[in-house]
């Protein structure tokens, strides 16, 4: 069964700071990665997502990804106390349709 | 556009009670439709699936279960609550044309205490 490992479990860093947060798959079918934000008692919200290898950038977000290794990294610069909330990074390919989330990063940016 | 809305907000339910979640979205034709359910702390767990009205796939079995009476209507429901079914129950809905997609829009979600 596809696994999505996200590291760290949780994350400060003061305002204006960058913030790494790193997932990956287990699966070597993955083709697709998404990264969503939850706020507390909020429901997901997609950040950004990622098909292929190098970078994507979005004002402040940056994403990563290296299909060798399966793995994707979100960058926050100039991190913002409205960042704070739960990171969850999600992949999905090949046969299995079934979108995998992992546990998620819980980030709080101090101000 | 596209909007999706989740009822109820919040339920405190006894266990062995009954449940019926429910979730609409307006705005959108023929979307595949997600339920997910959350636990407090706990990792997004994909639960039913549904392409078009009528069909339901069970991802996983927690003795529950799915029906997509409407194209846009998806409703969750078990007749005998358990107390593991507290948690964050979540209807999504992705671009129909393939089921294999993770660009989800998600409702916001129904607070289920089972007590």
């Known amino acids: 069964q596809q696994k999505v490992q996200q590291s760290p479990e949780s994350l400060i860093v003061p305002e204006g700071g960058m913030a790494s947060l790193n997932c990956t798959s287990s699966?070597?079918?993955?083709?697709y990665f998404w990264w969503y934000r939850q706020h507390s008692g909020k429901s997901p919200k997609m950040l950004m997502?990622?098909?292929?290898?190098g970078e994507k950038e979005e004002g402040r977000f940056t994403v990563h990804l290296n299909k060798a290794s399966l793995h994707t990294s979100l960058h926050i610069r100039d991190s913002q106390p409205s960042d704070s909330a739960l990171y969850l990074c999600?992949?999905?390919?090949?046969?299995?349709?079934?979108?995998?989330f992992g546990k998620g990063t819980k980030l709080s940016v101090k101000s | 556009a596209q909007t999706i809305h989740q009822w109820p907000v919040a339920e405190i339910k006894a266990v062995g009670s009954p449940l019926s979640l429910g979730c609409t979205i307006k705005?959108?034709?023929?979307?595949?439709l997600y339920w997910y359910w959350q636990a407090t702390g706990g990792t997004l767990q994909q639960l039913f699936y549904?392409?078009?009205?009528?069909?339901v796939e069970s991802v996983v079995q927690l003795n529950l279960s799915a029906s997509r009476p409407k194209d846009d209507q998806f409703i969750l429901s078990t007749e005998k609550l358990l107390l593991s079914h507290s948690g964050f129950y979540l209807c999504?809905?992705?671009?129909?044309?393939?089921?294999?997609?993770?660009?989800?829009?998600f409702g916001e979600g129904s607070k289920l205490t089972v007590l």
């Open positions: 999504a809905w992705s671009p129909s044309g393939t089921s294999n997609t993770g660009q989800l829009y």
């Open positions: 699966d070597r079918n993955v083709d």
């Open positions: 997502s990622i098909f292929s290898n």
């Open positions: 999600a992949a999905s390919g090949g046969s299995n349709a079934k979108l995998t």
């Open positions: 705005g959108k034709s023929s979307p595949n």
């Open positions: 549904s392409i078009t009205v009528g069909q």
